[in-house]
């Protein structure tokens, strides 16, 4: 790589980190760690619980996203030092090793910078992801697990937290539904564009006569309440059915009416909780998973009348969003945004940031073109 174009490439850098950094406005961020930190320091923090995990939670979150900006920013400040000592001495192992760093620094910035477009009400929030099987029987079972397999090894790629809070078995294999939450920052508006409807197409496993078979699963995701959230639920709105956990199995599945169901009856969401071990417990978390639900169908609902009055009929950029295709060829394909890779094994194994990424992006232009529409 000559000189000019690589210097050219590292101002790039340099001037893109800046922009992120009006974005992310690292002295806000500042401030509020001093403030979480003061918070965390007090004696009767745990008093209570809710609070104090909510607090080490957004410390922890906040810290890791300062020390993201700032370690990539220190890496591109010492690959000019780098590249400027190389030149000076005349070693050109180390200039290209400086240039090879340039890629890999440009892949990270660009992530980084996807962050900056996530500016929605609740897009710094957790998120809470149901999968359901639909069409496709015993297959479309399978394709949710698979699912739900591709989300907590994603998390599991960036070390994210998993909190599964229900699990519904299918009879032959696979699942009904789940329900889980990825405690990441961010998480509701990285993997909101993951909500749709995905389709399987593969030789069927469960087949006997080996034939192609076509399977379809929903992704719902909304973000995970905080406090300062004011979702009221009467109970005469709520019916209540209690029933034994199911699962492959284990000492506390299958003994006490531990598992909640929870039905709303005004707007028909039923929500399900069974990982906790006591009745009152899994009632608490799907009132919590209710409350998140009626809180983004409110906001749906708000909006939705917004759009009217302003005379805007555009559907939803949801439903059909992905196609996952084993056979008769390799293919993963974004519907929305036309991202595609050849590689399902690796998509169905975590590696969905490409995906994520093209999504947000997609998104961000989606949501130009319609406030454009709107004035």
Known sequence: MAAPDFDTQVKALQATMHTIEQVLDLDAMRAELADLGEQVAAPDLWDDQANAQRVTGRL????????????????IEDLGVLATLAREEGDAEALAEAEAEVPRLQKAVEQ???????????????????????????????????????????????????????????????????????????????????????RLVRISPFDNQG?????????????????????????????????????????????????VRLTHIPTGIVVSCQNEK????????????LKAKLLVLKKAEERAQLDELRGD????????????????????????TDYETGNPQAVFD??????????????????????????
């Open 60 to 75: 922890s979150a906040l810290q890791g996203e300062l020390d993201r900006f700032t370690s990539l920013e220190s890496r």
């Open 112 to 198: 980084l910078e996807v962050r900056t477009l996530l500016s929605g009400e609740y897009d710094a929030r957790e998120a809470l992801v149901t999968i359901r099987s639909g069409a496709g029987g015993v297959d479309a079972a399978d394709f949710a697990e698979m699912l739900m397999r591709m989300y907590t090894r994603w998390a599991e790629r960036n070390k994210y937290p998993v909190e599964v809070f229900d699990t519904s078995y299918a009879e032959e294999a696979g699942l009904k539904s789940a329900t889980f939450a990825i405690h990441a920052p961010f998480g509701y508006g990285t993997l909101s564009v993951e909500a749709g409807t995905h």
């Open 278 to 289: 006591s009745q009152l417990q899994n009632k608490a978390s799907a009132m919590v998973i």
């Open 211 to 259: 034939r192609r078979q076509t399977s379809f699963a929903a992704v719902e995701v909304v973000p995970v309440l905080e406090q300062t959230d004011n979702i009221e639920v009467p109970e005469d709105e709520i019916r209540v059915d209690v029933y034994r956990s199911s699962g492959p199995g284990g000492q506390s599945v299958n003994t006490t009416d531990s598992a």
């Open 350 to 375: 975590g590696d969905i940031d490409a995906f994520l990424e093209a999504g947000i992006r997609w998104r961000r232009g989606a949501d130009k073109v319609a406030a454009a529409e709107r004035a």
């Open 313 to 336: 009929v555009q559907g939803s950029w949801g439903d059909q969003m992905r196609n996952y295709v084993l056979h008769p060829y390799q293919l993963v394909k974004d519907l929305r």
